[in-house]
């Protein structure tokens, strides 16, 4: 029962992560494409 219930939480929490994380590179992509491209650019 324990682990069941863990595994159920892990899962949560990866879900939680990837909507965090989906939803900063959703907001950063734009920024990030331009950095990339000014160090790209540099090089």
Do not use: H
């Amino acid at each position: 029962m324990k682990d069941e219930n863990r595994g159920v939480r892990l899962e949560d929490k990866k879900e939680g992560w990837v909507k965090v994380l989906k939803q900063t590179y959703n907001e950063t992509s734009q920024n990030s494409q331009k950095f990339f491209w000014a160090i790209w650019k540099n090089c």
